[in-house]
């Protein structure tokens, strides 16, 4: 095989063997299959290693002194130096390099990216060393199946992104064959008595072909859904049709992602859970401990594909008819816009005209009190007769 340094027309050649950690060789990398269409960042530094025949902690310890980069989701950010190493080595512009990663989504799927902390809707690793504990990585069987070259893409790491509209079926996040979170970054990692490289559909674990696994259909609505968002997951548009007509991508969902909330578990998201089971919503079971401290992104994925259809349903008679609907189920602006500090115009505007019950002064942490004060302010007339009915507050 060609090495970079074999040739002493090189100016940039390096001798082989003297690639030190850090001190990648400036000339391009022998091998360098360009990344694929949406892929995820680590997905294509794993194929380059595998491309290379390194295995990728040796392949990263080499070109950017970051053996353990792995032990960080660089899906989320590309650290600028690894970023810069790759580019050098590929000849990928390094702004392509760092579109590769999650933090492109900002302002398109989620209001603001946090380097450090959760960010909402993306699926976090929970990443120990090289050990991952959390089914974060979610992928498509049939999509793997069909590739020419299997590879992970960027949007499968995002909450909201349950199924593939374009196979109609939801997307799993384990393997099918022994339950273990997806972590190809593992290919080869210790075994020292396999050199060959493995491809990104086979299991960690067990060695299972991920393409066999079995993924369930979609509802409907999901597809529509997810349909509707691809725009923005591929290509990060910034507004999508809804049933409520054309809205900002990251407004909608941030109204999907407090209807979901609520709909989990909860006092205060009791009444909204009634009226979406008025309109057959099939609300999953959220244990005893995904209660406590309910984050919507640590949910499993049928859980989540669960709570989101229903939120669709609620969505769906969104302005007119879930303003009714709500006053018939007495779910008040108090519930619908706690702990909703990003809460859209758009959306607060309707709620506090159509579902405001003075009196309902939401507490810093609505979820965890019901505490109710009196304003004697302006009073719908639905919320009154409610007020008065149950006499729960106190009219000045
Ligand atoms: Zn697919
Ligand atoms: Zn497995």
């Known amino acids: 095989m060609y090495h970079a340094g074999d040739d002493p027309a090189d100016p940039h050649s390096t001798p082989r063997g003297s690639a030190v950690a850090g001190r990648m060789p400036t000339a391009r990398w022998p091998i360098r299959p360009p990344p694929l269409p949406h892929e995820l ?7 380059l290693a595998s491309a290379n025949s390194i295995k990728v902690g040796t392949f990263l310890h080499v ?20 970023a810069a190493a790759v580019a050098a080595g590929t000849g990928v512009p390094v702004r392509e390099i760092r579109d590769m990663a999650l933090a492109r989504y900002a302002g398109a799927i989620f209001p603001q990216f946090f380097r450090h902390g959760s960010t ?4 976090p690793l929970g990443r120990y060393h090289a050990t991952q504990r959390r089914a974060a990585v979610q992928f498509c069987p049939e999509c793997l199946r069909n590739d020419a070259t299997p590879y992970f893409r960027r949007y499968w790491r995002l909450a909201c992104v349950v199924g593939c509209a374009q196979h109609g079926r939801l997307l799993r996040d384990m393997c099918g064959h022994c339950s273990a979170p997806i972590a190809f970054h593992r290919t080869t990692l210790g075994d020292r008595h396999r050199f060959e490289s ?10 299972g072909d991920l393409t066999t696994t079995i993924s369930e259909p979609m509802l409907p609505r999901l597809t529509e859904f997810l349909g509707a968002l691809h725009p923005s997951l591929l290509h990060g548009a910034d507004v999508m049709d809804t049933c409520a007509g054309r809205l900002p991508t990251v407004e909608v969902l941030a109204v999907l992602h407090h209807f979901s909330r609520l709909l989990a578990h909860g006092r205060w ?4 859970r009634n009226a979406a089971r008025e309109l057959g919503a099939r609300l999953p ?3 005893t401990g995904e209660r406590r401290g309910f984050v919507l992104e640590y949910a499993p994925l049928a859980v989540r594909a669960a709570l989101l259809d229903s939120a669709l349903l609620l969505w769906t008679r969104w302005p007119t008819s879930f303003s009714v609907l709500c006053a018939e189920h007495r779910v008040w602006h108090s519930a619908l816009l706690a702990d909703f500090r990003r809460a859209p115009p758009w959306y607060r505007r309707r709620i506090r005209s159509e579902l405001y019950l003075p009196g309902f002064v939401p507490p810093p942490s609505g979820f965890r009190s019901d505490r109710l004060q009196a304003t004697g302010t302006r009073q719908h007339p639905k919320a009154l007769q409610a007020t008065r009915r149950h006499q729960r507050i106190k009219v000045r």
């Open 269 to 272: 998201g009791a009444p909204l």
């Open 63 to 82: 070109i950017a002194d970051r053996p353990r980069a792995f032990a960080q989701d660089i899906d989320r950010y590309v650290p600028p130096d690894l």
């Open 198 to 207: 493995q491809p990104l559909t086979e299991c960690t674990r067990c060695g």
């Open 120 to 123: 909402s809707w993306i699926l």
């Open 285 to 287: 079971v959220v244990t």
């Open 41 to 47: 960042f680590s997905s294509w530094l794993v194929r």
